[in-house]
């Protein structure tokens, strides 16, 4: 019996750094090279290697008291990591029930970017932009602003992109949308958002909406909060369920990598 759960746990542990693995370099080939898909990918990585040469592993770990007591500890640290993420993803889904509440008048909206491909939005992206859009026509006194810089290959900036889509795919007028070109990343998106708000005389210390993945929520919400905005209101839109799951896992890295290079 318990030579047929070692085979099965080891079978799990190959299947699960394999997806992660994947999943990963396929980020990182894309140009998203990141504490949020580096760090993954290496524990990904750890699996496979844990799954196919576990009995090789073990043997050289029992050879020395020390190292058998490390194997043991860096599992132990493993399930403390795993008790962490899941308070995380806790946390994330009672974001989430916050972030689906009505959304009151507001000063602006800003529309956080998510990549694009071949000159249109990721689905992700699309998602967002579509989730804004009910918004941005129920508040036409409200300043909408599509927030993202030129990505790797390409040649437009992701906020044309987006303001391109918010006008064919929902008919919203192109001089009612406001866009930032520059920024790479969330801090950046919201910092030279600013810019743009203060020339529009809209304060931060205003409410104003920021629409992003439901996923992004906890991050954007507490990196808004260190910048200065003192009512930030997160409109979180759904991540499609093929990715879903690996961006909730994702998000977690990047929510750490956040918090060490001082982003909150």
Same mark, same amino acid.
């Given at each position: 019996?318990?030579? *047929? ?14 997806? +992660? ?10 140009? *998203? ?7 993954? %990918? ?45 308070? %995380? ?11 689906? !509440?009505?959304?009151? $008048? ?30 941005? *026509?129920?508040?036409? $006194? ?7 810089? +030129? ?27 406001? !866009? $930032? ?12 958002? !600013?810019? +743009?708000?203060?020339? *529009? $005389? ?63």
């Amino acid at each position: 019996m318990a030579k *047929k759960l070692l085979i099965i746990a080891r079978v799990g542990l190959v299947a699960i750094g394999a997806v +992660i693995m994947v999943d990963c370099a396929v980020l990182m080939t894309v140009g *998203k090279i990141n504490f949020g898909t580096v760090v993954p %990918f290496l524990l990904g990585s750890v699996f496979v290697t844990h799954g196919i040469f576990w009995h090789a592993i073990r043997k050289f770990t029992r050879q020395n008291p020390f190292r058998n007591r490390l194997w043991y500890a860096l599992w132990l640290l493993f399930f403390i990591w795993l008790i962490s993420f899941g308070l %995380f993803i806790f946390s994330l889904q009672q974001q989430i029930k916050r972030s689906a !509440q009505p959304v009151p $008048e507001v000063a602006a909206i800003i529309v956080l970017g998510s990549g694009t491909i071949a000159g249109k939005p990721t689905p992700t992206l699309a998602q967002r932009l579509d989730t804004a859009a009910p918004l941005i *026509k129920a508040q036409p $006194e409200a300043l909408a602003l599509t927030s993202g810089g +030129i990505g790797m290959g390409q040649t437009r900036s992701e906020a044309s992109i987006m303001a391109t889509y918010l006008h064919e795919t929902h008919g919203i007028a192109f001089e009612h949308i406001l !866009q $930032e070109g520059k920024s790479t990343s969330t801090a950046e998106n919201l910092i030279y958002s !600013q810019v +743009i708000l203060a020339a *529009k $005389e809209v304060p931060i210390t205003a409410p104003i909406a920021i629409v992003t993945s439901d996923f992004h929520t906890i991050r954007a919400a507490a990196i808004a909060k260190h910048q200065g905005y003192q009512r930030p209101i997160l409109l979180a839109s759904p991540t499609p369920l093929s990715i879903r799951y690996n961006a909730w896992f994702r998000e977690y890295f990047a929510f750490v990598s956040g918090w060490l290079f001082g982003e909150y």
